[in-house]
């Protein structure tokens, strides 16, 4: 706090100078030209929040039709890290002295060799990912029995015109497959050129089909088959996700719990406001995330009574400014449940120290 004052201050004390130099730093380009005057830097703070149990524009967050759902309430919120690049020196300043936010060199947003198309690309591959490992998670925990579902093929890739979004993958080389995990699993034991065999359900008619496997294109030595791949339920059940413009794998915890409470009776926050971050893995496990303290504060700014934070995370989440709010720590789905369920009785629930 002492070093902020000094800083302001200093910033006051020379007020005349930096009215003449605001007029260059504010500017992004040299006028008459393209050439840019942004700084190599970006700035990283609490994001937007989005309840997994709510609607965004009209459209439920989690949809699931096919079967009764059970009714919900209260919050399970997952919470998202907002990225500013491309900012003006005197924009970066700004965020410095008078935010919270972090300012990062532009290479952890951007890293060298990637084009900011790829990583959309990329995050946006996680976030779907993380979609299909949420409603797996989901479906074990409920015991229900999910398949594997072509969710996309990438153009011009070994897939290209054999396999189609929605065909349901069944087996791999003679393997019987029920995860997207395994179809990865067994694609990496190959090699670029070597042949894979899929059995598939396209149109209720069982296909199979023989592809050469293609390369990776950062590493030629990966094979690639070009598909992705999400989980549904084996029954008519099905489980959409409808948030947009988010990438990464952050929202898989708070995905898969509201796909739970909405298919199992009585409201697995005891009608709270809950926030959360976490990787989910096909087996329930939680993983680490990223901008932990930034997504505690952006809960916390929400009004959110509990966050759900991975064990992994806990030293971190505590550094925040978290108010009232009790942080629980949770290292698989299951966990998750049982922290929230003795918390809202008075039990013996695990908070971040």
């Not at 200093?10 to 700084?39: E, F, K, Q």
């Not at 965004?56 to 890290?81: A, F």
């Not at 449940?337 to 908070?351: L, P, R």
């Amino acid at each position: 706090m002492v070093c902020v004052n000094r800083r302001i201050k200093t910033l006051a004390w020379g007020a005349i100078p930096l009215v003449a130099l605001a007029s260059l730093v504010s500017i992004d380009h040299i006028p008459g030209t393209d050439i840019s005057l942004t700084v190599p830097y970006a700035a990283e703070g609490p994001g937007p929040t989005f309840n997994t149990l709510g609607e965004v524009d009209g459209v439920e967050v989690v949809e699931i039709t096919g079967t009764e759902t059970d009714e919900v309430e209260g919050n399970l919120n997952m919470t998202t890290v907002s990225v500013r690049t491309g900012m003006t020196l005197s924009q970066a300043l700004s965020r410095w002295l008078f935010t919270d936010d972090t300012i990062v060199p532009i290479e952890q947003i951007f890293p060298p060799g990637r084009s900011p198309e790829e990583i959309r690309e990329s995050n946006t591959m996680a976030f779907a990912a993380s979609e299909a490992s949420a409603t797996i998670a989901a479906m074990n925990f409920l015991n229900l029995p999910v398949e594997i579902e072509v969710y996309d093929v990438v153009e011009d890739s070994a897939a290209a015109g054999i396999l189609e979004p929605g065909d349901a993958v069944s087996s791999v080389n003679g393997t019987a497959v029920t995860t997207p995990g395994e179809v990865q699993e067994l694609i990496r034991g190959m090699a670029p050129g070597d042949e894979v065999t899929i059995t598939y359900r396209r149109g209720g008619e069982e296909k199979t089909a023989t592809v050469p496997l293609g390369a990776h294109p950062q590493d030629d030595s990966v094979p690639l088959l070009g598909i992705s791949m999400t989980s549904v339920p084996v029954s008519d059940t099905e489980v959409t996700y409808n948030l947009e413009d988010i990438g990464g794998p952050s929202a898989g915890l708070m995905f898969s719990l509201a796909v739970v409470d909405k298919l199992s009776p009585g409201p697995l926050n005891g009608g709270r406001f809950v926030a959360g971050s976490g990787t989910i893995a096909e087996d329930g496990s939680v993983g680490p995330i990223g901008g932990i303290t930034h997504k505690v504060r952006a809960a916390e700014e929400a009004g959110a009574e509990i966050f759900l934070a991975p064990t992994a995370n806990c030293a971190e989440a505590v550094t925040a400014d978290y108010g009232d709010m009790t942080i629980l720590q949770v290292d698989t789905l299951e966990h998750a449940i049982e922290q929230m369920d003795a918390y809202n009785s008075g039990g013996g629930y695990q908070t971040c120290d």
